[in-house]
């Protein structure tokens, strides 16, 4: 059965509750460890079922917004997930305080438990009006970015298909749509500024309904940092600024001079070459026959995987008016396969998507086959993030059949591409603690902060008065800020570990597919530092961890130019 036929009905939601409290009541009554056990894989299997229908909703909501039979459909779950998250709450409260819980423990290891603990933190039933109106300002947010329709040189374009003129040859051209897309964020300025204004005043308000001084500490809970805090983060950050920056700054130098311009300008930061970057060579489909021809000589565990992509339809990747922006993977457990949205725009961020959204994918078709109870599978997110930044680095042996005669130049700007992220990624992460901090801020002391942030992670950055972008508001097309609240420094913290598996990739391409299948196969029965240590390699609040980094992909670099 291929995804456009899998079918979909609303779930009952009174039948769906009850079921979670007959589940609970079951739980609470249960005799033995082995008994609880059965429970929660009944239960897994029943909320799965559930999550299923919710996903269907959501890609094809986000495959085409102005759906309204799957809008509302949406809305049910955005309204609704609250009150069952409240349920799911009281069944694991009984498995986390099971008289068996050592037995159990001794099954699930403690990092279910862990894991629990933070949940109960971050939700109370008293929160979920505010929960609601949280989903339906996310929504919002996402129907105004895709509702783009972009003049600019005879067409109209969605802000995803405006994204190959930021590299075109011609400075002219690059400048142009930067001021085009400009020009739609400044005319409805005062709905990005009032949908975040109210997303800001409403996080605040639930983490002080749940007593903590501010939405910080409840960001991080959400976001499952269960081995470490803001602490944590700070040092990260300094090595960024210390380590890394510094490299990007030379990285920018070079670029300047090799496309031959007297001072670089924000319209030429993702312009790397005087003859054009590198463009996959071939139509979507072909890209997507390349990818299947790539997985299927990867490993006996990739082929399997392609093939269920494949037989299933599990892709929908062309950019189109009223489709949703990013791109993402998720999950349907009931039908044991995940699904890949993308944008394609015919730049190479349509092969880094790909190979991106593949290696959630993979991780998950892994986890399904390998680990038994789903609350084992999915790690949290920087571990997520692994697979996924990882996987764009192993596909190099088959990246001349994307880009042909350009695959040097695609390598060499992938891999400073990495590099030059995680400043972007890290100062992200930093504007959020910023405003979630002092939650009374205006939107124009917030663009002040951001502009305050570029001087210390991209000082090389010149915004030449483009609009929206030079008067600090940039961030805004930043969908995660909006929609998933610190999640983004995930993603440096894995960039961290995708260079080191890279760095040994280029020495041994043999033991870095060893050593990320077995990352993958753990799933999340182990926290992201004792991931990362159990597979040999440096976590990235390690000491000299981003430098030692650096400076092999460094060496590498200046061989390849």
Not at 129 to 151: D, G, H, R, V, W
Not at 511 to 533: C, D, S
Request: hydrophobic content about 35%; proline content about 4%.
């Amino acid at each position: 059965m291929k995804f456009n036929e899998f079918p979909y009905k609303r779930p009952i939601l009174d039948d769906f509750l009850s079921s979670i409290e007959s589940y609970t009541e079951k739980m609470k009554t249960a005799d033995s460890a082995k008994e609880q056990l059965e429970i929660l894989k009944d239960f897994e299997k029943t909320t799965g079922s559930f999550d299923s229908m919710s996903t269907i909703a959501y890609i094809r909501n986000t495959v085409d917004t102005r759906d309204k039979f799957y809008e509302e459909e949406k809305q049910f779950y955005d309204e609704n997930s609250p009150l069952i998250q409240e349920k799911i709450q009281l069944f694991n409260n009984e498995l986390l305080n099971s008289k068996f819980r050592q037995e159990l423990e001794e099954t699930l290891g403690k990092i279910v438990f862990i894991n629990l603990e933070l949940e109960q933190k971050a939700f109370s039933p008293e929160i979920i009006p505010l929960m609601q109106k949280e989903n339906e300002l996310q929504t919002e947010y996402q129907k105004l970015y895709a509702s783009a329709k972009i003049p600019f040189l005879g067409d109209t374009l969605t802000i995803a298909q405006l994204a190959s003129y930021k590299q075109h040859k011609d400075r002219n051209v690059r400048k142009a749509a930067y001021e085009a897309e400009g020009k739609f964020f400044d005319e409805n300025r005062e709905k990005f500024d009032k949908i975040y204004d109210e997303l800001v005043k409403n996080r605040t308000e639930q983490a002080k309904k749940l007593g903590f001084e501010n939405f910080v500490e409840l960001g991080y809970i959400r976001q499952k940092r269960n081995c470490y805090g803001p602490e944590g983060v700070a040092s990260f950050r300094k090595q960024v600024i210390d380590d890394l920056v510094p490299l990007v700054a030379k990285i920018k130098e070079k670029q300047q001079k090799d496309i031959g311009v007297d001072s670089l300008k924000f319209y030429d930061d993702v312009f790397f070459y005087s003859d054009g970057n590198a463009t996959p060579q071939g139509t979507p489909d072909e890209l997507l026959a390349a990818a299947k021809e790539m997985y299927s000589e990867m490993s006996e565990e990739t082929k399997g995987f392609i093939e269920l992509m494949f037989d299933k339809e599990l892709f929908d990747v062309l950019a189109k008016d009223g489709k949703a922006p990013g791109g993402y993977c998720t999950q349907m457990s009931e039908y044991h396969c995940p699904f890949i949205f993308s944008n394609f725009n015919g730049t190479s961020g349509d092969v880094d998507v790909l190979t991106h959204e593949a290696g959630h994918a993979f991780a998950g078709y892994i986890a399904d086959k390998e680990i038994e109870y789903s609350c084992l599978r999915e790690p949290s997110m920087e571990a997520c993030e692994t697979h996924s930044m990882s996987m764009e680095f192993l596909t190099s042996p088959w990246h001349h059949n994307f880009f042909k005669q350009d695959t040097n130049k695609y390598e060499i700007s992938h891999t400073q591409d990495a590099l030059i992220f995680i400043p972007y990624g890290t100062m992200v992460d930093n504007f959020q603690e910023i405003v979630y901090s002092h939650p009374e801020l205006t939107p124009e002391e917030r663009n002040k902060e951001w502009l305050k942030l570029e001087k210390q992670f991209r000082p090389y950055i010149d915004f030449d008065n483009l609009p929206f972008y030079s008067r600090g508001s940039g961030w805004q097309r930043q969908l995660h800020i909006y929609l998933y609240p610190f999640y983004y420094i995930d993603y440096c913290m894995a960039q961290t570990v995708a260079l080191q598996i890279f760095a040994l990739f280029l020495h041994d391409n043999k033991k870095a597919w060893e050593t990320y299948l077995n990352f993958v196969k753990m799933g999340g029965t182990k926290t992201f530092i004792e991931l990362v240590h159990s597979v040999g390699l440096k976590a990235p609040l390690d000491e000299g961890c981003l430098k030692e980094t650096c400076n092999v992909i460094e060496k590498w670099l200046n061989s390849k130019q």
